[in-house]
């Protein structure tokens, strides 16, 4: 696998949550630091060997805003 995207979301609880696209793993952390070191871990954990892991991670941080007109 060459990459491997993370939807991160700010958890309305505090810090950060992260979902990975097209794969069942997802995480969290307190501060951008620990979730990307969380989602390390995840990954580890996900994949049975390093040679199946990702090349790549990439982290869309995700934003909703509402406003009413």
């Not at 491997?4 to 958890?11: G, P």
């Given at each position: 696998m060459k990459e491997?995207?993370?939807?991160?979301?700010?958890?309305p609880e505090g810090g950060y949550t992260a979902q990975a696209v097209g794969e069942n793993i997802f995480?969290?952390?307190?501060?951008?630091s620990e979730l990307k070191n969380?989602?390390?871990?995840?990954?580890?954990?996900h994949y049975d060997s390093p040679s199946q892991w990702p090349q790549l991670v990439r982290l869309h941080f995700v934003k909703d805003e509402v406003f009413a007109l």
């Open positions: 491997l995207f993370f939807l991160v979301e700010e958890d995480t969290q952390g307190e501060t951008i969380m989602i390390r871990d995840a990954i580890d954990c």
